[in-house]
């Protein structure tokens, strides 16, 4: 044993760049992969926790505020709920604070404890007075309010003065960013802060144990049916709220897992390049071994464990370097849980993932190295190596005929000559641009979304009215101003669909809105009254496809409507529907638009117009400019993807790199007899750099379908689990000349990392090479 | 044709010391190695002539091959100069010696050296396709002259020692170089094999190709030299002008014994 460490050791220093190379590929796929699987694992578990130690509410109620509290306490005993909090009074309202408005709903409680729903308070305390408030944690830090400061109350007449004493975390709301949110205060605050149509009583169930979709839908079937119809307002599982928690650390492993498996498969292709490439050049090597004793299972020792050795070490650095890099996004859930962070991993889940990544490398070494142990010890010593790879010649003829210098055309020719390496590196190669194609255009895709969302590029404003502000007023206000090119007005009414438990939430247009961006996927957008456009999870849910009529319900009023088209929604998760405010307006007449997306004249100053609006009615108008921002789970995505791409690009990078090397010391003899014969050291760089670029060139052409299909499917999944397709020019985000120009900058890079060697082959002392023959 | 008729037309062709010009001058070279190659040149000047044919002869480590390196420019000396057809190696950079050697020397070597993965026809043609220039008429024309044009799209591995020296024999002169240079080129090859290339080295020498060539077999050198120069432990020990075979056999016979006394 100790002779083949010994061996091993000696070849080891002999061979450090390929050593470093086999460190880093492994490194990089090692932490990688850790971190995509301490994600997983981890995820769940704080929420669980969170959940358990709130005593999170399995199923929440809103109810309409003319329902009696008494009935609405009653349905906990009908539904088999376990334990209740509420009803708790609560309503909308619409605030002030510095130059910016915000909407919450006041939900009215005399303490944050009881048996559902228990708040944390994570800074000040619980309100003691009528003018006292507490947010949650969430929307403070997304809207830098901190307690102390006083908000002013615009969606009633007095406009009262709230004072913020505390923050909390709810467990059973999503964060701010992806989530409408709650705020507490003492129940006889609300009266005065109430109108009629923002009321409300919400009530929290609780069940034995953690109830399925199914049975929690069951549960709300039949407490609708213990009250006197029209009671349920709206509707909210603690499964909705998970997966809004869980959605980017979800979608983030999903990219993860993806990717370290390219990393690892990549990784793997360079392992076995690198140790058929030393036992190729090592047949005179090993004959000496078997010559001096070392039996055929020992020679297959010594040339796994160089590979072994180095991606060891890539393991001890990288398993742990994966679980510090999952932690910043796992302390990111925990703080949105309210949970103290401490570090979360799980060593027995680190040392599987050793154990798996040394095993994966030792399988990718030993299957090549077998190749050395088979070998008869007196074939090996008098070939010295194996036979030339007589691979790429037509490569090569082909280039002859294109007329190309003679460098590049046996460049060509090397670069396939050994066609099993040619491909481990092309896969290498695929890797790497694959996933920088997608890494390029999943954030475009993204973009475009964020843009149909927020309207980027439609409207520049957003004026949102409070109730006491009528809607004549404020068309009147913004048609009035010169900057003004268009205004679509939105309301909103929840509607029952058939199939679908929760009222879905709609939008309902006045105007032209033929050019606010959203987007579709298929079908048309509405042109009459009675036409509505859904999102896929809507779709889905209740059984609809395009070209369906339906009849919802709206105020207890049927209403009819047929499904023209699918666009792209993520909110309530795509559940949603898109029509006329005509439409809404037969069935219930009082319904109103209360914001107003304005298209201004090119060139407009977007500030001075937000301003000069927002002055007409400080306290009842909400002006501001269109957040068109990425959201911050979006931002995330796309950095990890960004270090993914570069960490795959890398590991292609170093494959070519692996590659060139093995060929030009391989053929240090041919390039020694061509220096000899007159090749100048220019030559032999352009030579190795035309190895490297066909290489890249085609590793490149074909990784670009396969990054363009990865593109397609990650968009697929990101967009289903926010309860969407894709829509197709999300798809479409590349440009023409960038589908040249990727595969270009991959041979760009190719060629730069094949310096190195072409180097080394150009500064090739001839009359060494050749005399050690 | 026989090696004697081939000595014979080279004592009549070959032209003797007038009307020659120099071609490869060396100066006070030494060479000296540090990474225990052995066959340093210690203090060696020599002067060939355009249209010789020299024989370098020594025994193996006594710097004859370091000798035709430095004359191809693919090591440089310690101290000293090489100049070939005027042009001072020493000044000449890596890219300035490779173009030299393109355009100037021609290089048989002992274990032929062909790349493995190019047809015959390919490995005559390199040098030519290194200078940017298309040589394929005169390729074919060479390995017709060299007996060897069915061979053409053979791989190296699929020749004969005799074949194979002989492509490279053709790659060494499809540049047309003013000085071959021929290092053991019959060490790698059966004695008949060895007659037949070194019986084609003595043609194209007739046929006004200056030659180096490097060998430690006397008897080859005899037959096919016109200068045999004997190189021993890095030092020019002899440097005999044969004027008849029977005085290049006892020349010859007196530098190996003096090597044996050594």
């Known amino acids: 044993m100790r002779a083949i460490f010994i061996k091993t050791l000696a070849d080891l220093r002999r061979r450090r760049l390929q050593a470093m190379v086999i460190f880093l590929t492994v490194l990089l796929a090692m932490a990688a992969g850790t971190t995509a699987v301490t994600l997983m694992s981890q995820t769940r578990d704080p929420y669980q926790v969170a959940f358990e130690k709130q005593r999170g509410a399995h199923l929440q109620v809103a109810f309409r505020p003319n329902t009696d509290p008494q009935l609405i306490q009653g349905t906990a005993a009908t539904i088999g709920a376990s334990a209740y909090g509420g009803p708790y009074p609560a309503t909308n309202i619409q605030f002030r604070f510095g130059d910016r408005k915000f909407y919450l709903d006041a939900v009215g409680r005399d303490n944050p404890g009881g048996a559902v729903e228990v708040l944390n308070i994570t800074s000040g305390r619980w309100p003691v007075a009528n003018d006292e408030i507490v947010l949650t944690r969430s929307f403070s830090e997304l809207n830098k309010i901190s307690i102390g400061d006083r908000l002013k109350v615009t969606s009633v007449a007095q406009t009262p003065t709230l004072t913020v004493v505390g923050e909390v975390v709810d467990i059973d709301e999503g964060s701010a960013d992806l989530s409408s949110q709650r705020a507490w205060m003492l129940p006889a605050a609300l009266p005065a802060l109430s109108t009629p149509d923002s009321s409300f009583y919400l009530m929290d169930y609780r069940f034995p144990s953690d109830p399925t979709g199914p049975q929690l839908q069951t549960s709300l079937d039949l407490l609708k049916t213990s009250l006197p119809p029209g009671s349920v307002a709206g509707s909210l599982t603690y499964l909705l709220i998970r997966s809004i928690f869980n959605i980017t650390n979800q979608i983030l492993t999903g990219v993860l897992v993806a990717f370290s498996v390219f990393a690892l498969a990549a990784t793997v292709a360079i392992v076995a390049t690198l140790v058929t490439g030393i036992v190729i050049s090592a047949y005179r090597e090993i004959g000496i071994m078997r010559a001096i004793g070392f039996t055929p299972y020992q020679v297959v020792e010594v040339f796994a464990l160089q590979i072994v050795m180095p991606a060891l070490a890539a393991c001890l650095v990288g398993v742990p370097a994966g679980t510090l890099a999952s932690q910043p996004l796992l302390a990111n859930s925990s703080h949105a849980l309210g949970l103290a962070y401490t570090p979360t991993f799980s060593i027995g889940l680190d040392l599987l993932l050793f154990a798996g990544g040394i095993l994966v490398v030792a399988v990718a070494a030993t299957v090549p190295a077998l190749r050395a142990g088979l070998l008869k010890p007196i074939v090996a010593i008098t070939k010295a190596s194996a036979p030339r790879g007589g691979g790429g010649r037509l490569l090569r003829l082909a280039a002859a005929r294109l007329r190309l210098p003679r460098p590049v055309v046996l460049g060509i020719g090397d670069a396939f000559a050994r066609p099993l390496r040619a491909i481990l590196t092309l896969v290498t190669v695929l890797l790497g641009v694959a996933t920088v194609v997608v890494a390029v255009g999943l954030p475009r895709s993204f973009e475009l979304i964020n843009n149909s969302e927020t309207g980027a590029g439609s409207y520049q404003v957003v004026v949102t009215r409070t109730s006491a502000y009528p809607d004549s007023e404020v068309m009147r206000v913004l048609n009035s101003q010169p900057e003004t090119a268009r205004v679509v007005a939105v ?80 909110n309530n998760l795509g559940h949603s529907l898109f029509m006329d405010i005509a439409t809404m307006a037969s069935v219930t007449p009082a319904v109103v638009p209360f914001l107003y997306d304005v298209t201004l004249a090119p060139g407009s100053d977007v500030s001075a117009y937000v301003r000069r609006v927002a002055a007409v009615e400080p306290d009842l108008l909400d002006v501001r400019a269109s957040d068109t921002s990425i959201i911050a789970p979006v931002k995330i995505i796309d950095l990890v993807l960004l270090i993914l791409a570069g960490v795959l690009a890398l590991i292609g990078v170093g494959g070519v790199f692996n590659t060139l090397l093995l060929n030009t010391r391989e053929r240090i003899h041919d390039t020694a007899t061509l220096k000899a014969l007159g090749m100048s050291p220019r030559q032999v760089i352009v030579m190795v750099g035309a190895s490297a670029g066909l290489l890249a060139l085609v590793g490149g052409l074909v990784a670009m379908p396969v990054g363009l299909s990865l593109h397609h499917v990650l968009n697929d999944v990101i967009s289903n689990s926010a309860g969407n397709e894709t829509p197709p020019v999300a798809y479409a985000v590349f440009n023409g000349y960038e589908l040249v120009l990727i595969p270009l900058l991959g041979v760009g890079v190719a060629i730069a990392a094949a310096l190195i060697p072409g180097r080394w082959a150009a500064r090739t002392n001839v009359v060494e090479v050749l005399h050690a023959e | ?238 440097d005999a002008r044969l004027e008849s075979p029977e005085r290049a056999a006892s020349e010859v016979i007196r530098v190996r014994s003096e090597e044996a006394s050594r």
Not at chain 2, 197 to 222: F, P, S, Y
Request: glycine content about 14%.
């Open chain 1, 491 to 570: 309301g909103g009414q929840n509607v029952l669909v058939p199939g679908v438990g929760d009222p879905v939430n709609t939008r309902l247009f006045r105007g032209d809105t033929s050019r606010l961006g959203y987007l579709m996927i298929a079908g048309r957008w509405y042109s009459a009254p009675g036409e509505v456009v859904a999102p896929a999870a809507l779709m889905h849910d209740a059984h609809l496809k395009i070209g369906d009529s339906f009849t919802g319900t709206a105020n207890g009023q049927p209403l009819q409507l047929r499904l023209v088209g699918e666009t792209y929604d993520i």
């Open chain 2, 1 to 238: 044709m026989d090696g004697r008729t081939f000595f014979r037309a080279f004592r009549g062709g070959g032209g003797g010391k007038n009307g020659m010009s120099e071609l490869v001058r060396l100066t006070e070279v030494t060479k000296v190695y540090q990474g225990g190659i052995t066959g340093a040149l210690n203090g060696v000047s020599l002067i060939v002539e355009k249209g010789e044919f020299t024989a370098i002869m020594g025994p193996s480590g006594s710097g004859k091959s370091t000798l035709l390196n430095l004359v191809a420019g693919l090591d440089r000396p310690t101290s000293g100069s090489v100049a070939v057809g005027g042009t001072d190696l020493g000044k000449l950079g890596e890219s300035g010696l490779a173009r030299f050697r393109r355009d100037n020397i021609g290089f048989v070597f002992q274990f032929f050296y062909l790349l493995p993965n190019l047809t015959s026809l390919e490995n005559v043609l390199i040098p030519a396709q290194l200078k940017g220039s298309d040589a394929t008429a005169r390729a074919r024309e060479l390995l017709g002259q060299l007996g060897i044009q069915d061979i053409a799209d053979r791989f190296p591995a699929r020749l004969s020692g005799g074949q194979q020296q002989r492509v490279a024999i053709a790659r060494a002169l499809i540049n047309s170089p003013t000085l071959l240079l021929a290092d053991e080129p019959t060490g790698a090859l059966d004695t008949h094999t060895g007659d037949q290339v070194m019986e084609l080295l003595g043609q194209l020498n007739r046929d006004g190709q200056t030659i180096l060539l490097v060998t430690h077999d006397a008897k080859l050198a005899t037959r096919h030299a016109a200068r045999v120069i004997s190189v021993m432990d890095g030092k020019i020990v002899d």
